[in-house]
């Protein structure tokens, strides 16, 4: 049985929380010890074991307590209560370039975060090679880091955390920085951790990188650790956290039942919307409700690669409209449009839609997406008698989607091609 490297107790981390400042003053000084705050527990006896050698994914909504719990396994914060032990060299990929001096330069600034780090000279200069190459930001590393960029500066930040080559790495969420080809090589890197044999804990909302990299997976919801078990059946887990269609009891976690009708709880209601959505059209139909379905009639707001699934949206007639065209468009997260069709491209003859009456209207498929983020644009539009082109409510970016996979291909859509190799001689 491997060793824990990492042993996580009943821990605990309780904020106090002032509506003003000056009310931690009068706290500090009143003779009745009057309470001026309340308690705000980011943690709540939270147990964790990570073996030697493992790859252990933490999935959980923003604010469940994920990164406290980092920062307490690498002692930038205390707990309140518990025990924390973890054994070895650490590397944490928490707040890339945090200790950073902006006036000195790129080279100057890993020679500090080194010695800052209990490194000799010797041990530091052998380092620079590798984390120059990795940064691949040419002649600024003799340049003020105040002068970077945004990217030039978390690509040395990370190279300077990944050479480190510790015992375990910590990473929240920091795989995603630079462009598309620099995060390319930070997951080759990530990789050969887990090759060598190194223990990770790793933070993240990719349920695809859990599915991927992760030998177990723990999920976090408001401070409280729900459950840990298999990567796909956490991530099957946070699928609902994601959506409140969880609920805590006695044996574990369990699907919440719906026990209202759709036409009293919105399905949007379900979805992280789009504050930033564009919606516009004269109002004669309007899109009054959307989600997206699984299987069994759930809505989701992540889906399974190669599982069937239903975006559906319900529209409200508010005037006679002929021959109404509706349409479902599914981009990228830089917006291109990569897939989508609409009533007309279907060949569907409605008739004519009178006011006051309200339809579903339902687009059913097999997600053939690769796993990834998309947006999902809806819209009501037709061609009046003159040929014009009529928009009566377009929704643009409305709502997110989560393809999950454990398979990736090259590209957005997975083919199903096979590869056959056969000998000829």
Same mark, same amino acid.
């Given at each position: 049985?491997?060793?824990?490297?990492?042993?996580?107790?009943?821990?605990?981390?309780?904020?106090y929380l002032y509506r003003k400042p000056s009310d931690r003053a009068k706290e500090a000084l009143d003779p009745r010890r009057k309470k001026y705050h309340h308690d705000f527990y980011a943690l709540s006896d939270v147990d964790l074991t990570v073996y030697?050698?493992?790859?252990?994914?933490?999935?959980?909504?923003?604010?469940?307590?994920?990164?406290?719990?980092?920062?307490?396994?690498?002692?930038?914060?205390?707990?309140?209560?518990?025990?924390?032990?973890?054994?070895?060299?650490?590397?944490?990929?928490?707040?890339?370039?945090?200790?950073f001096n902006l006036e000195m330069t790129g080279m100057e600034n890993i020679f500090l975060n080194g010695t800052m780090q209990g490194m000799k000279r010797q041990e530091i200069e052998k380092m620079v090679p590798a984390i120059v190459e990795f940064a691949d930001i040419g002649e600024?590393?003799?340049?003020?880091?105040?002068? +970077?960029?945004? &990217?030039?500066?978390?690509?040395?930040? $990370?190279? !300077?955390?990944?050479?480190?080559?510790?015992?375990?790495?910590? @990473?929240?969420?920091?795989?995603?920085?630079?462009d598309i080809y620099f995060q390319a090589k930070c997951y080759r890197k990530f990789e050969d951790f887990k090759k060598a044999g190194k223990t990770i804990l790793f933070v993240t909302h990719d349920m695809?990188?859990?599915?991927?990299?992760?030998?177990?997976?723990m999920v976090l919801h408001e401070g409280k650790k729900l459950a840990e078990g298999s990567p796909k059946s956490m991530v099957d887990l946070y699928k609902k956290v994601a959506?409140?269609?969880?609920?805590?009891?006695?044996?574990?976690?369990?699907?919440?039942?719906?026990?209202?009708?759709?036409?009293?709880?919105?399905?949007?209601?379900?979805?992280?919307?789009?504050?930033?959505?564009?919606? +516009?059209?004269? &109002?004669?139909?309007?899109?009054?409700? $959307?989600? !997206?379905?699984?299987?069994?009639?759930?809505?989701?707001?992540? @889906?399974?690669?190669?599982?069937?699934?239903?975006?559906?949206m319900r529209v409200r007639i508010k005037e006679d409209v002929q021959s109404p065209i509706f349409a479902l468009t599914i981009k990228d997260i830089k917006g291109n449009e990569?897939?989508?069709?609409?009533?007309?491209?279907?060949?569907?003859?409605?008739?004519?839609?009178?006011?006051?009456?309200?339809?579903?209207?339902?687009?059913?498929?097999?997600?053939?997406?690769?796993?990834?983020?998309?947006l999902v644009?809806?819209?009501?539009?037709?061609?009046?008698?003159?040929?014009?082109?009529?928009?009566?409510?377009?929704?643009?970016?409305?709502?997110?989607?989560?393809?999950?996979?454990?398979?990736f291909v090259v590209g957005y859509f997975d083919m199903g091609m096979e590869i056959d190799i056969k000998r000829t001689k």
């Open positions: 049985m491997p060793e824990p490297v990492i042993v996580v107790k009943g821990v605990g981390k309780t904020y030697k050698g493992e790859t252990v994914g933490i999935l959980g909504r923003n604010g469940s307590g994920k990164s406290t719990l980092l920062k307490i396994l690498t002692g930038v914060t205390s707990q309140t209560s518990g025990d924390v032990r973890v054994d070895g060299k650490v590397t944490a990929l928490l707040e890339l370039g945090a200790g600024f590393i003799d340049q003020p880091v105040k002068t +970077y960029s945004s &990217g030039m500066f978390v690509r040395l930040a $990370f190279a !300077l955390a990944i050479n480190v080559n510790p015992d375990v790495l910590i @990473v929240d969420e920091a795989l995603s920085v630079g695809n990188s859990v599915l991927r990299y992760c030998d177990r997976a959506v409140n269609l969880h609920n805590q009891s006695d044996d574990g976690v369990e699907m919440k039942e719906q026990t209202t009708s759709i036409q009293e709880v919105p399905w949007k209601s379900s979805l992280v919307l789009n504050p930033n959505k564009l919606d +516009y059209g004269d &109002g004669k139909m309007c899109i009054v409700d $959307f989600g !997206l379905f699984n299987e069994d009639g759930a809505i989701i707001q992540s @889906v399974t690669k190669q599982r069937e699934c239903t975006f559906k990569l897939t989508g069709t609409n009533s007309q491209f279907e060949m569907l003859d409605i008739p004519l839609l009178h006011g006051g009456e309200e339809y579903v209207v339902s687009f059913r498929q097999t997600m053939t997406l690769t796993g990834g983020q998309y644009s809806l819209g009501c539009t037709r061609f009046d008698e003159r040929g014009e082109f009529v928009v009566h409510h377009r929704l643009y970016d409305v709502f997110f989607f989560n393809v999950v996979a454990s398979k």
